[in-house]
């Protein structure tokens, strides 16, 4: 401890109790009444309404700062001011630019076909009974004089293979088709929020209340 503490000063003490002439740094809220020169310095730095209670500094769990600005960036931190967390939740706009993996699934369907096809034939006498690889064409009588319309010319079933122009296919096919996508973004991240405790000692602090007052000059 210090030799004349001032009323006021802050200490550091390695044991875990208050000795006589101090206060604990708990952020008590005292009276007013009981210690007004105290209050006199502290004034409402650290809490109370300031017109029957003022509070005392907490220094329960965290670290002291210097006041002022971090060589002229950030904020200009006053006495008093109570700043900082353990952890902290990230969001997207705290992450870099990446990306994730993707997986991605296309479905096709296909509504109603339409075309043109045109069976070939030969308009007029055939040459062949023999219909492998030939094509349709009209009869004649066995005595060769008089020509007539194919009877019985289909049948149920097929037994051959006709020339492979017989059947020929032009003009357009016309569908309608509708495709859709499904992608899946794989999930990633549990959510936890991020430790930023630096790593720190436990000391009990304690305050001086009835050291010589300060004086300003």
């Known amino acids: 401890m210090s030799a004349a503490p001032l009323l006021g000063d802050i200490e550091m003490a390695g044991y875990n109790f208050v000795p006589r002439g101090y206060y604990s740094c708990h952020g008590v809220i005292a009276d007013i009444g009981e210690n007004p020169a105290l209050y006199s310095l502290l004034g409402i730095s650290y809490g109370g309404n300031g017109r029957t209670t003022y509070q005392l500094p907490d220094f329960r769990g965290v670290v002291p700062m210097g006041t ?70 009209t009869g004649e009588t066995v005595s060769g004089r008089e020509t007539f319309s194919v009877k019985k010319a289909y049948s149920t079933t097929a037994d051959t293979t006709m020339a492979a122009g017989a059947i020929q296919m032009s003009g357009n096919i016309n569908a309608d088709a509708t495709t859709s996508v499904k992608v899946t973004n794989l999930p990633t991240g549990g959510g936890l929020p991020v430790p930023i405790l630096q790593p720190s000692l436990v000391t009990n602090f304690i305050i001086s209340a009835d050291g010589t007052y300060p004086s300003r000059s």
């Open 68 to 137: 002022g600005q971090l060589r002229n960036t950030g904020a200009n931190r006053q006495v008093g001011w109570a700043l900082g967390y353990e952890e902290v939740s990230l969001s997207v706009l705290h992450l870099p630019s990446h990306t994730h993996t993707a997986t991605a699934e296309a479905q096709t369907t296909v509504g109603q076909v339409t075309g043109n096809f045109t069976a070939r034939a030969k308009n007029g006498l055939g040459n062949t009974d023999n219909p492998n690889g030939a094509y349709w064409a």
